[in-house]
T-cell receptor
Framework: GAVVSQHPSRVICKSGTSVKIECRSLDFQATTMFWYRQFPKQSLMLMATSNEGSKATYEQGVEKDKFLINHASLTLSTLTVTSAHPEDSSFYIC????????????FGPGTRLLVL | QKEVEQNSGPLSVPEGAIASLNCTYS??????FFWYRQYSGKSPELIMS????GDKEDGRFTAQLNKASQYVSLLIRDSQPSDSATYLC?????????FGAGTRLTVKP
């Protein structure tokens, strides 16, 4: 149980384009979803937290206009990297938790973004 | 600043040995504690959670929590080469989950 999927698993795009990443909870309703970014050999960095139907809460230093988060339903959240640049190349990972999970976060498999 | 500290390692143990991973945290109000395993190039996967002082065992894994000393540890018995990964400690207070930077474990055959 508590399976989270992400799509796509890998994406290569040109500088200046926008990329959308989907995060889905497959077998539970996710009250909260989280978006992380991880650069090689570094730790997870929380970007934002989102609850279904409300605006995401962004961490300090994360540009909300660049990283658009939509949490339209209890099973789907999307992260759109707008006008991507090479420095946005990273491993983007979502996680989800549900009411009664004891604050446990279940991670998706991640999306590797390469901006050329 | 609330902190979760882990020794970055690498920690190297021979196959069959016990691997001991430690984590300390600064926020005394923390309520929930988690260990995740992250293989290179993959996302974290939950190993176990612990909420009360003492030990919690799940197969070859034992989590230990001592709230008075503000530390949580993970023991891996009969370590296998497939246990080689980075182990992330995560601590949740009433608001946020905070992750340590991880300890890289290598189990040598």
């Amino acid at each position: 149980g508590a399976v989270v999927s992400q799509h796509p698993s890998r994406v290569i795009c040109k500088s200046g384009t926008s990329v959308k990443i989907e995060c889905r909870s497959l077998d539970f309703q996710a009250t909260t979803m989280f978006w992380y970014r991880q650069f090689p050999k570094q730790s997870l960095m929380l970007m934002a937290t989102s609850n279904e139907g409300s605006k995401a809460t962004y961490e300090q230093g994360v540009e909300k206009d660049k990283f658009l988060i939509n949490h339209a339903s209890l099973t789907l959240s999307t992260l759109t990297v707008t006008s991507a640049h090479p420095e946005d190349s990273s491993f983007y990972i979502c996680s989800a938790s549900y009411q009664g999970s004891g604050e446990t976060q279940y991670f998706g498999p991640g999306t590797r973004l390469l901006v050329l | 600043q609330k902190e979760v500290e882990q020794n970055s390692g690498p920690l190297s143990v021979p196959e069959g040995a016990i691997a001991s991973l430690n984590c300390t945290y600064s926020d005394r109000g923390s309520q929930s504690f988690f260990w995740y395993r992250q293989y290179s190039g993959k996302s974290p996967e939950l190993i176990m959670s612990i909420y009360s002082n003492g030990d919690k065992e799940d197969g070859r894994f034992t989590a230990q929590l001592n709230k008075a000393s503000q530390y949580v540890s993970l023991l891996i018995r009969d370590s296998q080469p497939s246990d080689s990964a980075t182990y992330l400690c995560a601590v949740h207070d009433n608001n946020d989950m905070r992750f340590g930077a991880g300890t890289r474990l290598t189990v040598k055959p």
